[in-house]
Nanobody, 117 residues
Framework: QVQVVESGGGLVQPGGSLSLSCVVS????????MAWYRKAPIKSREWVAS???????YYANSVKGRFTISRENAKNSVLLQMSSLKPEDTAVYYC???????????WGQGTQVTVAS
């Protein structure tokens, strides 16, 4: 069974930066396109960014130019570097497979990102 563990969240001031990490175990990581998602209170979970098996990256308009997704196949991990953070980026961040592909089940516990002064 594939397991996903996210880490790296925390409290940061507006304009600050954070780097999130997601480690996947129990599967052949290089076979998977990966994505980051986030869920803010009273909102539905939303897609943030994707990286394909071949390394192509895609971003939601709300984070384009501020977030960078990357993958390290040797470490079975996918990273999300976040800069110029805004209060509206506050959410629990999760990683999983690409939108439209069967998700790893269960999802990981996520990592909380709070942007506040």
């Amino acid at each position: 069974q594939v397991q996903v563990v996210e880490s790296g969240g925390g409290l940061v001031q507006p304009g600050g930066s954070l780097s999130l990490s997601c480690v996947v175990s129990g599967g052949i990581f290089s076979d998977f396109g990966m994505a980051w998602y986030r869920k803010a209170p009273i909102k539905s979970r939303e897609w943030v960014a994707s990286v394909t098996r071949g390394g192509m990256t895609y971003y939601a308009n709300s984070v384009k130019g501020r977030f960078t997704i990357s993958r390290e196949n040797a470490k079975n991990s996918v990273l999300l570097q976040m800069s110029s953070l805004k209060p509206e980026d506050t959410a629990v961040y999760y990683c999983n497979r690409l939108p439209g592909e069967p998700s790893f089940d269960p999802w990981g516990q996520g990592t909380q990102v709070t942007v506040a002064s």
